[in-house]
């Protein structure tokens, strides 16, 4: 089984199910909270490669209140709370805290000791935690690009990354 991200066009909210194609993930995207009521032909489907490893026989869809499975989301795929419902109680007692960037980010906020590398370039929203390096590139409040980094990259690097590594744009 392959592992497919579905989401509704334009909306924040995603999730990831189980299906041996395309069009398959598509239908069952309807019977899960984040796409119940989308009309069928707004649903986006993104393969999650990274997140086959989870499937279990009988398994449809990754269930964020499981936390075992919120950290495969948050690790994998840079899954997050919806900032605009943050609840710091709430983030401290997570499974996943210990892999999420936007947990480290308002920790090191509410010290004084924030040092990640934020701006926007060509209409992307563009990161880089500190706490572990992990980029994250958003554009229409959907994220397109999510990955661990070894080094600290540069906003030089940061805007090559968005460009498509053509300095030049």
Sequence with gaps: ????????KDEC????????????????????DCCEYAKFCDIEIRREKELDKYYRCGKIEM??????DRIA?????GFCCDPDYFDWEDCSACSAKEYCDYYHDRLEESAGTRESVTFEHRGYFVQQSSYNNGIMIVKDDRMV????????????QLRQLVDGGNEDG
């Design 73 to 77: 989301l948050v690790k994998e795929c």
């Design 145 to 156: 690009y999510h990955a661990q980094c070894t080094d600290k990259l540069t906003e030089r």
């Design 63 to 68: 269930d964020w209140e499981n936390p075992a």
């Design 1 to 8: 089984m392959k592992a497919w991200r579905v989401s509704v």
């Design 13 to 32: 909210c995603a999730t990831v199910v189980f299906a041996e194609t395309r069009g398959k993930a598509k239908s069952m995207a309807l019977a899960t």
